[in-house]
């Protein structure tokens, strides 16, 4: 798989890419933006907590997905989200995977 971008052979992103297999550690997402900065792609980087997910974050999302070539997104770590006690409500790797299930995401990480 082109560590660029999670597409089929055609450079569309694939249907048959599972979310969990688009979270990245930030080692894998160091090594996949080097790669496409090698090959004079624009990468773009959002980063939040994104517990509840809410209409804001996906247009947010959307439009910094027009901003490059690739997007990728990386999440507050659970020891860090400080919003009250039950909070974050969903951990860290769902948080991820849920973000990663956005087809114009091209890689997540924590």
Same mark, same amino acid.
């Given at each position: ?7 089929? !052979?055609?450079? *569309? ?9 688009? &979270?990245?550690?930030?080692? !894998?997402?160091? *090594? ?6 090698? *090959?004079?792609? +624009?990468? &773009?980087?959002?980063?939040?907590? =994104? ?10 999302? *959307?439009?910094?997905? +027009? ?5 990728? &997104? ?8 400080? +919003? ?5 409500? =969903? ?20």
């Amino acid at each position: 798989m082109d560590l660029n971008r999670a597409s089929d !052979e055609s450079g *569309e992103p694939s249907q048959h890419v599972i979310a969990r297999d688009r &979270v990245k550690s930030l080692p !894998e997402l160091a *090594e996949i933006s080097r790669q496409a900065r090698a *090959e004079n792609k +624009k990468v &773009v980087l959002a980063h939040g907590v =994104f517990d509840l997910l809410h209409l804001g974050h996906v247009r947010h999302l *959307e439009a910094a997905r +027009k901003l490059g070539d690739i997007l990728i &997104v990386t999440v507050t770590a659970d020891k860090y989200v400080r +919003k009250g006690p039950g909070r974050p409500v =969903f951990p860290q790797g769902i948080r991820a995977e849920m973000l990663a299930a956005l087809g114009y995401i091209d890689w997540t990480g924590i």
